[in-house]
């Protein structure tokens, strides 16, 4: 399926899906626009002006209009509003509650901080909204920031003909979206801050401008501030705990500039749900049980760390390949010990390492599983 449409695959009439934001152009008589309907770019700007839309939210709309369909680069479709719907994201679980939480501040624009265990698909999600919402999704890892300039630019020393030194400041990707989005106020961003209390605090105050009411950032290469454009929006993922050696603290000032939000490993009966649809070539049965140990290890209570969704995936990748598939039951313990075992601490084989207690709950699970009956293939 072609990811934009062609004008003339839209028909007057036709019902569709959009998600419309406040128009930029002030001095149109339309107050909302889309650029995706039914999740593909629409070939020209789609315009609404009925007060039940609400900006962020997905909804359905009847085109009432093409203008100028000859024109790839001048026209409009024109569409009427039908019915509000709820807030959904393709091949993601959400809590139910974390939905709505989720609904709310994308409409208010606010911040967003995800703050959950590793592997629980706080990035996923993220993309997830972006490729919903029709918005340009801009990843950085501030993971890689050392200097607080470092989440605008990168210094590159080169030599010129002559062999002297030359400076060169290398834009981020952070900042070219900032820059884009204020000149296409048509586009929206999701700037995703992921990692973003792996960078020391000192870094990360150079954001505190960008993510208050100032909405403004100083621009290094440049010497002056640069304002923040209302189709940016960021959404920042933690990894809050003892467990998590490599993280430095976010305080009251930088919390309270985020609206927080609380995930965790999504129900095992969910994850049932969503792996055989990644991974069609295994049988509901090696999926479950694959899913029934992942989560007996994630509340063991003896574990310092969760068992990411990552883990469950990883083991399902080996199972499915040619080399495994043909005898995974005999296989999946091995698999385990790499794919979960080997995320904690120690070897498997050691009984008084976070691994060796995990490869015990892994054996116990197989034993009960096994007197249970019945081939998991």
């Not at 024109?71 to 393709?90: S, Y």
């Amino acid at each position: 399926m072609p990811a934009k449409w062609k004008t003339e695959d839209i028909k007057i009439g036709a019902t569709m899906e959009a998600t419309f934001w406040a128009n930029p152009v002030k001095e149109s008589s339309f107050r909302y626009r889309a650029t995706h309907l039914d999740g593909k770019r629409a070939p020209k700007v789609v315009l609404c002006d009925d007060p039940r839309v609400r900006p962020g939210v997905p909804c359905m709309v009847k085109v009432k209009d093409i203008r100028k369909p000859q024109r790839d680069d001048r026209g409009a479709i024109e569409v009427e509003f039908v019915q509000a719907l709820e807030f959904k994201l393709e091949g993601v679980y959400l809590d139910p509650i974390v939905s709505k939480k989720l609904q709310v501040l994308l409409e208010s624009g606010l911040n967003i901080l995800l703050d959950g265990p590793q592997g629980c698909g706080k990035t996923v999600l993220a993309q997830s909204i972006a490729e919903s919402l029709g918005m340009e999704f801009v990843l950085f890892n501030c993971g890689a920031v050392v200097e607080a300039t470092d989440f605008l630019a990168t210094i590159q020393v080169r030599a010129s003909e002559t062999g002297q030194p030359i400076t060169d400041f290398i834009k981020t990707e952070f900042l070219i979206a900032l820059e884009e989005a204020a000149e296409h106020p048509g586009r929206r961003h999701l700037v995703f801050l992921d990692e973003f209390n792996r960078c020391q605090e000192s870094a990360r105050n150079v954001l505190m401008p960008a993510l208050d009411a100032t909405r403004r950032l100083y621009h290094p290469i440049e010497n002056r501030f640069i304002p923040i454009t209302d189709n940016v929006q960021f959404i920042a993922a933690v990894n809050r705990g003892s467990e998590f050696s490599g993280t430095f603290g976010i305080d009251a000032a930088q919390l309270d500039r985020f609206a927080p939000v609380q995930m965790d490993y999504l129900p095992p009966d969910d994850e049932v749900k969503l792996l055989p649809a990644r991974h069609p070539e295994l049988s509901k049965n090696m999926v479950k049980l694959i899913v029934d140990i992942g989560d007996r290890l994630r509340h063991t209570p003896e574990r310092g760390t969760g068992l990411s969704v990552r883990a469950t995936e990883e083991a399902c990748i080996y199972l499915k390949h040619p080399l495994m598939e043909s005898n995974q039951t005999q296989l999946l313990p091995e698999v385990l010990k790499s794919s979960f075992c080997g995320r904690f601490t120690g070897r498997w084989d050691d009984v008084s390492s976070d691994a060796g207690a995990a490869w015990s709950v892994i054996q116990k699970v197989l034993r009960e599983k096994k007197r249970g009956g019945g081939s998991e293939q």
